[in-house]
């Protein structure tokens, strides 16, 4: 079965640290992976995406991620946190064997930067 | 620009009014989305229209009906809601090429909408 896990409901950072915010998936053919981000009351936002190719994503605000294929991870990670990236993240994931638009969503981990 | 825009921003309804949401991109994108999302819950799908035609509709109750006038344009038909559909309501929308299985969905900010 197709599924995404965020196995942390919440991540604690002091600012200035890195963080990581993990996500693995399952799915039965080649998958296409989202992180998104949510602040209080707004919609998604995009920041990065694997489609293909090299393993280590950037994307916006200076995120950026690693698809790990043998541990079906793809772990969104920021060398320096900001108080301003306390937010919702979502990871989601398309099975490139399925031939719909389905998302298949985590259930969101919530970042704490601490200043 | 990558933005969709949404109108209202908050809603209050009754259980018996008619109300509409309503969703605008201009990027020339072909699939759009509606979504309803619960207060820190991943968002729920509930239609895709692919080239202004209904694509999925994921179950979702007749008190819900979608339509898609042209391609950038999108709304949803609110009657006889009940108080458990209060949610946030996201729209989205992407390029729809090749099955669309690479495409970015961008959302727009949600219309929160309360059922009393």
């Known amino acids: 079965a197709q599924s995404v896990a965020q196995p942390e409901d919440q991540v604690n950072v002091a600012e200035g640290n890195p963080l990581t915010v993990k996500c693995t998936y399952s799915v039965s053919g080649n998958p296409y992976l989202f992180w998104y981000v949510q602040y209080p009351n707004r919609g998604l936002q995009f920041l990065l995406k694997y489609i293909t190719g090299d393993n280590l994503v950037k994307g916006s605000y200076g995120f950026e991620a690693e698809f790990n294929k043998s541990q079906t991870s793809f772990h969104l990670k920021k060398p320096s946190a900001l108080v301003s990236d306390s937010a919702l993240y979502f990871c989601a994931v398309r099975d490139g064997a399925d031939s719909n638009y389905q998302l298949i969503w985590g259930a969101g981990t919530k970042l704490i930067i601490k200043p | 620009d990558t933005e969709v825009t949404q109108t209202p921003k908050h809603l209050v309804m009754g259980m018996t009014n008619k109300k509409s949401l309503k969703c605008e991109q201009h990027m020339g994108h072909r699939a759009m989305y509606w979504y309803k999302q619960k207060a820190k819950k991943p968002p729920e799908l509930m239609f895709v229209?692919?080239?202004?035609?209904?694509?999925i509709n994921e179950s979702v109750p007749s008190r819900f009906s979608p339509e898609c006038p042209n391609s950038s344009l999108l709304n949803l038909h609110l009657h006889a809601l009940q108080p458990e559909d209060s949610a946030l309501y996201l729209c989205?929308?992407?390029?729809?090429?090749?099955?669309?299985?690479?495409?970015?969905?961008?959302f727009g900010p949600g219309t929160r909408l309360t059922v009393l």
């Open positions: 229209y692919s080239y202004e035609k209904l694509s």
């Open positions: 989205a929308s992407s390029q729809d090429t090749g099955g669309g299985l690479a495409d970015t969905q961008y």
